[in-house]
């Protein structure tokens, strides 16, 4: 993310202008604007573009006052010198310079996803990602509430954890069969500590591997560590 930064400061990440002026021929398209894409050049991808200033709009809302507000025509410099002096600290790791980083950053990964792997826009993917790494910090606590100073009292001192994208796994479950005229019961429960609800349910088979008797039941239950 520093590399690519610095990159940004010095004019030197590849949007369709920037190859157009290396004689690259091309046609330019935006990809993050979803209604009248226009040419892609730096200040339109990460700033006055459709998707960079509703991005920009979303995490504004973290931060008091509006002593610094943003404006369409901001260049990329004054971007990253308003949006430092959110919530008017100047410590290097607050929020508002952790933030700043992070929406540039997952601007310029959704655009190149957009264009290489053919995938759309869509604002709430660019918001979910800076949120995660964020609550990646905090998590383990690298960061405290003395970085989020000045901000929203909805945010303070973390922001709400964003909800986890649960992968499905598959797993192989190997059932062995009871010796006759046994039957075997598999049973299994699940309960939520919040609100003590739970259920339970089992399963008789024979030696067949055939079903004899099914059950499921509701349970007031909790969880405990032991």
């Known amino acids: 993310m520093s590399i690519f930064l610095w990159r940004l400061i010095s004019n030197r990440i590849p ?3 920037k190859l157009q002026w290396r004689k ?3 046609a330019s398209k935006c990809y993050c604007c ?3 894409p226009n040419i892609e050049y730096l200040q339109h991808l990460f700033i006055q573009g ?4 509703k991005v920009w ?4 809302t973290w931060f008091l006052g509006r002593s610094y507000p943003l404006r369409r025509e901001d260049s990329i410099p004054d971007r990253l010198d308003i949006w430092s002096k959110r919530g008017n600290h100047s410590a290097a790791k607050h929020i508002s310079r952790l933030t700043l980083c992070l929406i540039l950053w997952f601007l310029w990964a959704k655009r190149n996803k957009c264009q290489h792997k053919k995938v759309s826009f869509r604002l709430f993917s660019v918001v979910w990602q800076v949120q995660m790494h964020i609550w990646k910090l905090v998590d383990p606590g690298r960061l405290s509430p003395n970085h989020w100073k000045g901000a929203t009292s909805s945010m303070k001192p973390f922001p709400i954890k964003p909800e986890r994208r649960l992968i499905p796994v598959a ?3 190997k059932w062995k069969a009871p010796d006759p005229p046994w039957l075997k019961l598999n049973v299994h429960g699940c309960c939520d500590d919040g609100t003590g609800k739970g259920r339970m349910g089992g ?3 024979d030696h067949y591997g055939n ?4 059950f499921t039941t509701p349970l007031k239950a909790r969880t405990e560590e032991f």
Do not use: N, Q, T, W
Not at 57 to 60: E, P
């Open 171 to 173: 797993k192989v479950a």
């Open 34 to 36: 979803s209604e009248r």
């Open 211 to 214: 079903v004899v008797v099914a």
């Open 24 to 26: 690259i021929e091309l």
């Open 50 to 53: 459709e998707g960079a200033a």
């Open 57 to 60: 709009s979303k995490f504004d």
């Open 203 to 205: 399963v008789a088979r």
């Open 15 to 17: 949007v369709d202008v």
